[in-house]
């Protein structure tokens, strides 16, 4: 099948659907306490005022922010904002004391609930999904080197033109979006294809902050999952492939080491071997 999304996947229409995923699904941190609001919100503005004064900010650039933020809500960019530059370090934060996987961020397109395939299956996708097809077989384990049984490897990830299902037009449901259940081992086998790296839309609040900065908008390929299993901590988690040219300087800081992958070649595609390690929940 040839793609033909490519004229309409529009910023504001990929925004506005990330906005309204998060506004679903999403507690809002409605119970923060005051004492800590207080704090958070001085300091953050402290910086503001701080950053004003050290580089003598002029009105025109106050409107040009002024501006910016508009269009960000505008454009339904938050989620895509805050994902890209502020949530690698909440996960940084969260993840500190685990032991086992680690783990990095999230991003704006995840959607729950995605198809169940049982411990070895294909994830959905067109006939003739454009892309190289991989193969990943892993095992899912505590801390303690016990194998999880009934654990759940939720993937969801780019096509080969690196497009989201739900976030992109023209893109059935739930393609490349899968929900696997390990063995009595804790073992599962994926059948998928190979994502492309993802570009930050070029039209909106993000694309704009990026051409004015002089960035580049590029995140490398990824895979994302969310491991889970009774009595752990979930992991979630994205898996790089080694040579991407972006591993080194990913628009959303949020590659590790430990998250590169090792394909192997087989076939007219490749394997990929990569277990995940959950850590208890803390009492
Ligand atoms: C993505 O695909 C992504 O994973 C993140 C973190 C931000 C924007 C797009
Ligand atoms: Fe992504």
Redesign the pocket.
């Known amino acids: 099948m040839t793609a033909t999304h490519h004229e309409t996947a529009t910023a504001a229409a990929s925004g506005a659907g990330a906005t309204a995923r998060f506004k679903s699904d999403k507690a809002y941190g409605g119970g923060t306490p005051p004492e800590r609001v207080d704090l958070l919100a001085r300091e953050v503005l402290s910086a503001v005022h701080d950053t004003i004064r050290r580089h003598k900010v002029t009105y025109d650039e106050y409107n040009a922010l002024k501006s910016w933020l508009i269009s960000v809500g505008e454009d339904g960019e938050w989620p895509?904002f805050l994902?890209?530059w502020v949530?690698h370090v909440v996960e940084d934060v969260a993840t500190e004391h685990r032991e086992g996987n680690k783990g990095t961020?999230?991003?704006?397109?995840y959607v729950p609930d995605a198809p169940e395939q049982g411990s070895t299956g294909t994830i959905p996708m067109r006939d003739n999904e454009p892309g190289t097809p991989l193969t990943w077989t892993g095992q899912v384990r505590s801390t303690d080197g016990s194998p999880l049984g009934g654990a759940k490897v939720e993937l969801w990830h780019?096509d080969d033109e690196?497009f989201?299902s739900q976030f992109a037009p023209g893109i059935p449901e739930w393609n490349l979006r899968g929900t696997f259940t390990t063995d009595g081992e804790g073992r599962f086998e994926i059948h998928t294809v190979r994502p492309a790296p993802?570009q930050?839309p070029t039209d909106g609040a993000c694309g704009k902050l990026i051409a004015a900065a002089g960035w580049h908008s590029w995140?490398p390929a990824?895979l994302?999952v969310k491991v889970s299993a009774p009595g752990h901590e979930l992991l979630t988690a994205?898996l790089y492939f080694p040579g991407d040219a972006h591993n080194d300087d990913d628009?959303?800081s949020?590659v590790k080491p430990e998250l590169i992958l090792d394909p192997k070649p087989a076939g007219d595609g490749e394997t990929i071997a990569y277990d995940f390690v959950l850590d208890p929940e803390r009492s």
């Open positions: 895509l994902d890209v949530e961020i999230e991003g704006p397109y780019a690196g989201y993802y930050i995140r990824h994302h994205q628009i959303a949020a």
